[in-house]
């Protein structure tokens, strides 16, 4: 038996819909991908510190114009940085950071 009176999970429920409108949320995520300016982006910090950690290794043979190449470089090294600076990433957030880089060592040397 489900009772509807005040406090009631029914009634929070209710409450809960009406303040959460998909306008809010788009909002929120709007405002979160979106740093203020001047405040300090984490992932672009991250990137470059190890984009920079990468370049300082690069193997004087290794092609940079070639992509091919370039991808499983970074891809056999990103993991040995990340846990030398204790950072946990997830799958797809390690892969944005791999593509990333990627990119950036490639047009650094266009």
Same mark, same amino acid.
């Given at each position: 038996m489900l009772i509807k009176g005040p406090g009631t999970v029914a009634n929070e429920k209710k409450d809960n819909e009406r303040e959460t409108k998909p306008d809010d949320l788009r909002e929120?995520?709007?405002r979160r991908d979106s740093p203020l300016p &001047?405040?300090?982006d984490a992932f672009l910090e991250l990137k470059n510190r190890l984009c920079e950690q990468i370049l300082l290794q690069i193997e004087p043979g290794l092609d940079?114009?070639?992509r091919s190449q370039v991808r499983p470089y970074v891809h056999d090294r990103l993991d &040995?940085?990340?846990?030398?600076?204790?950072?946990v990433l997830n799958?797809?957030?390690k892969r944005q950071l791999l593509e990333a880089i990627v990119a950036d060592l490639i047009?650094?040397?266009s």
């Open positions: 929120l995520r709007v &001047g405040a300090r940079l114009s070639q &040995g940085l990340l846990e030398t600076h204790g950072i799958r797809s957030e047009h650094s040397r």
